[in-house]
Structures are given as C-alpha cells and as structure tokens.
Nanobody, 122 residues
Framework: VQLQASGGGLVQAGGSLRLSCAAS????????MAWFRQTPGKEREFVAR????????YYADSVNGRFTISRDNAKNTVYLQMNSLNPEDTAVYYC????????????????WGQGTQVTVSS
C-alpha cells in the first residue's frame, strides 16, 4: 500500500491542524493505521493508532485528549486532528500501515508515508 501524508504547516501555539494520509494500492480497510512523529536526533515516536474498522483507537499520553485519529475507509484516508498544539508537538509526522499488527511500535509497521512537517510557534 502507498501512503501520502499531507496537511502539515506552521501554526501558533494553541491552534489546530488536521493531517490526512491517503492510501492507494491495496484494500485500505485491511490495514491497521497509525501516526508517528520524529524530531531531529530523536527516535520516531508513537502518536496514535486506529483499528481496521475504526472501532478502537489508542493515544500516546502526550497527545491524549488533544489529538484524535479517525479513518474513512470509503475514502481510503486516515486523519489526525490536532488541537491545543504546543511547541513540543513540532515534528515531522508520518502515517504508517500494517495488515497484521495493531501496535504502538514503529518497527511493526510495514508501510510508511513520506512525512509532513508540523511546526508550532510559541
């Protein structure tokens, strides 16, 4: 499956952004989806994940209550709504997909998008 992330940009602290990740090439509903983020010099960090039908979601403690992951299987797209952003949320955000594993570990995801930059100014 090919993944294309979009929606990043520059936003002031307290603002909101919605990231999108469009999938193509395979049956989207067969894949668990997740968002990760990475800053220079640091390992890729789990942000949120969602089950194949969207009935289950899970968040990192750092974003719980501020971010919402969702998916539209008819549109082959997963979203990350980010509210109450702060400068610590600045990172490149990646979407990821895996057919078999519903996990928070980056090494378990087989497919990755190219990343979209989110910058939060103070």
């Amino acid at each position: 499956v090919q993944l294309q992330a979009s929606g990043g940009g520059l936003v002031q602290a307290g603002g909101s952004l919605r990231l999108s990740c469009a999938a193509s090439g395979r049956t989207f509903s067969n894949y668990y989806m997740a968002w990760f983020r990475q800053t220079p010099g640091k390992e890729r960090e789990f942000v949120a994940r969602i089950s194949k039908m969207g009935s289950s979601t899970y968040y990192a403690d750092s974003v719980n209550g501020r971010f919402t992951i969702s998916r539209d299987n008819a549109k082959n797209t997963v979203y990350l709504q980010m509210n109450s952003l702060n400068p610590e949320d600045t990172a490149v955000y990646y979407c990821a997909a895996d057919r078999d594993t519903y996990s928070s570990g980056s090494s378990t995801y087989e497919y990755w998008g190219q990343g979209t930059q989110v910058t939060v100014s103070s």
